[in-house]
Structures are given as C-alpha cells and as structure tokens.
C-alpha cells in the first residue's frame, strides 16, 4: 500500500473535476501553472499527485517510474472518487478529468479502461498513442464526450504525431509511435459512433497565435471538439503564460472556461 496525496479545492456537493498534472509537476505546481484557473468553475477540483512526477499511463514504451513501479493510477483514481463521494459529497454522474501531456494520457486511458469512472475527459498536449504503442484493454466501448486542445508548434508532443524526438525521449523516458492530435480527435469521434463530418471554424485572434474549432458532433452521440492552436506550443491556453522553451501560450482562450462550458459546469 502506497501512501497517494492530493491538493482539494472547493465545497463539493456537485461536479467534481480531477485535473492531472504533466510530467515532473505535482498537483500543486500544476495548479500554479494554470494560474489557477481551474478553481473558479463551481465544482469540486482536486489535483492528485502523481508517483515520483509521472502517471503511469497507456504507453507501451514508457520506462518513467510510474510504469516501472507498476503504479495502479486507474485503481487510485477509482479510490479517490470513492473518498471525495463520502467526504465531499460529490455527483458521481458528474466527475470529469481533465489532463495536460503525461497527465493527459493517464485521461485517455480512463476513457479506454474506467469510462465507468468519468463522464467525460479533456486532453491537453496529448495525442493518442499508436495501436502498437497502446496497452489499454480491451474493454466494451463506452461513449463519452471528449475535448483536446493542442497546439500545432508543440515541440514534445507534436501536432503531427509520429515518435518524440530523441530528447524528449530522454528527458521524460517516453517513446513509440502516437497519432496525430486531428487523428486522435477521428479516434474519439469514431468510438462515440458519430458519422457527420466535423465542422471547422476559426476563432478570433488578439496575439502571435490563432485557434480553429473543429466540431463532431451527431444527434444522439456525445461530441469531440478539437482546438488546434496554430503557433502554440506545449502550453495550456490561458490566464498563465508557460516558460518560454515550451513555446507560446495563447490567451485567446481559456482552458478552464472551455472546460466548464464543453462539460455544463454552470
């Protein structure tokens, strides 16, 4: 048994909204990160730390300690809904994740593994691994609707998809083949049984960087919405701007507005 920790802002009694970190952070730095964005969404949020900075996610060729150690994150993750349903009286038919990089691929693989256990997931600087790189079981399809949002200059996670570049490869001890993030969004589209087209719109632009919307969307199937971030980086959109190296960060957007509004907090 493993002692887990986690970060919990607000009073319950609603939504609640499990925001995992990226690679080396902890919940409380992720929080700093997003300038706190996500607390002002009238649901509970809590921001679990992950094992030694990592999720032990989905990735066939990860080699950080989470996967080392064999971290049951899925298994943590049903626990801590458990705990906050008796402590904070939380709607279990209203707890969403949301994720960013590493913590966005622990997201994708509740959505594959434990859909049970979400109604919908967000991504963030993350794309689908590969068949061939993808450990999820094989479990009956549970549609949820899902958002993703990533930028097209993202220099760890690409856009384009295909393998990390030698030194993310190194410096956060990930590797195989993903898919790219329009891919992906045709992955989720197509797991939530949705035929139509998707709709692209552009979005206002203020700054050195623009979005476009892409919407799937069918009567009687959850949606998928992809923003692409032309020119951002391996950023979250928002009020808090990332270290330079990481790229651009729009402020165009709001991650955690898109959240609430994609997922009816209010």
């Excluded at 009694?13 to 990160?33: A, C, N």
């Excluded at 794309?127 to 790189?133: C, G, Q």
Aim: aromatic share 8%; net charge positive; hydrophobic share 35%.
């Amino acid at each position: 048994m493993r002692d887990r920790t986690y970060e919990i802002v607000g009073e319950g009694g609603g939504p609640l909204l499990i925001v995992f970190h990226g690679s080396k952070q902890t919940g409380g730095r992720h929080r700093e990160f997003t300038g706190r964005a996500y607390d002002a969404l009238g649901a509970l949020v809590v921001y679990p730390d992950g094992h030694k900075g990592n999720w032990n996610d989905a990735r066939r060729e990860s080699s950080f300690p989470a996967r080392r150690d064999n971290i049951d994150d899925v298994g943590f993750t049903r626990e801590l809904i458990d705990t906050l349903a008796g402590s904070h009286k939380i709607d279990r038919s209203r707890v969403y994740a949301v994720g960013y990089s590493n913590g966005g691929q622990m997201v994708m693989r509740l959505l594959h593994e434990a859909p049970e256990l979400i109604a919908g997931g967000a991504v963030i600087a993350a794309t689908m691994p590969a068949p061939s790189n993808f450990l999820g079981p094989e479990t009956p399809v549970v549609p949820r609707p899902v958002l993703l949002i990533h930028g097209t200059k993202d220099p760890i996670s690409r856009y384009e998809g295909g393998e990390f570049r030698w030194w993310a490869r190194k410096a956060f001890k990930v590797g195989g083949r993903a898919l790219s993030a329009p891919a992906t969004a045709d992955h989720f589209a197509a797991r939530n049984g949705i035929t139509a087209p998707p709709v692209t719109t552009a979005l206002p632009a203020a700054g050195a960087t623009s979005v476009e919307r892409t919407d799937y969307r069918q009567d009687g199937h959850p949606p998928v919405t992809l923003y692409t971030v032309h020119g951002g980086g391996h950023t979250i959109p928002g009020p808090a701007k990332a270290p330079g190296v990481m790229g651009r960060t729009n402020q165009d957007i709001s991650t955690a507005d898109l959240v609430a509004s994609f997922f009816a907090f209010s």
